[in-house]
DNA sequence: AACAATAATAAGAATCATTCTTAAATTTAA
DNA sequence: TTAAATTTAAGAATGATTCTTATTATTGTT
């Protein structure tokens, strides 16, 4: 069924041609360790594209959520916040200021996975190893939200 | 000063008088390993107490994690999912059902709490391991939001 | 270049979980 | 029982996120 020629799907298309917004917002997200909100990529970018509106920075971290391209890096007090790192890492969340560090520690025992699929039936997918207590800046009192 | 005798504060004296409707809710998010939401306590508790109020959870809730009778076991499609077990557990997600499970088996490792400390020079009050995946309903395809 | 089809956008309304406000009701202390 | 303090119901307010719609930009095709 016409699987061999060149012609592409709306959707691979789509992907090949990204506008400058939606290419401005995924590297945006990309080139920062700050695991920034929403908001944060809004007010970001804003200055070098005026008329950029929060609800298409929404709407493409949808996408590039679906897409793979990005995931969350936890939720702190109840905002999203993104992660445009892909590899296998881990997170330490300061509970002071919110702040997301990434830990590069092996924290992932493969074989604890099986043990949990075979005690409880379930199929595991993947696991999140989150730290939480206060980073070196809030710990030493220098605090102010990143 | 006056430490020693018999006088409680205001706050532990609310403390020992819960309400008929606070008790209630507290017990319900103890009875359960659903780790429910508050509109399902809300809702489990409405038939017995039909004048109960959404927000009266919500600020019993809330008071229960500040006094550390409670905590969160996970947000789950935006909605915090409560848990009564305070003791060391670690829990399972069903993607597709949004079930949260208690996991028993032992997933912390007490070196590696230090270990993070002094490579990031932060401080690690605890922290949590969160397996993703199906649940066994869900595998086998019989699913149905819990 | 001009056209039509498709995709992306800005603006703001709508949603949804949660929090806050207020006035009334209940509980407590004395 | 009376006054002070607490708790509540009801509903308004909030804040992050999603949705709607009309407009604009892009693409593929002549």
Redesign the interface.
Known sequence: MDTSNTTLTASQKKRQNFSKKRQAILETIRNTTTHPTAEWVYQTLKPEYPDLSLGTVYRNIAAFKKEGLICRAA?VNGQERLDGNLSAHSH?I??ECGAV?D?Y?D?A?PA??Q??EQ??????????????????AC?SGSAGLP
Chains 1, 2 share one sequence.
């Open positions: 939720i330490f300061c509970k560090l830990l520690e924290v025992d604890r996975n043990v949990i005690n409880y039936q379930v199929e595991v997918e993947y696991q999140k190893v989150v730290f939480y207590g206060k980073c070196s710990k």
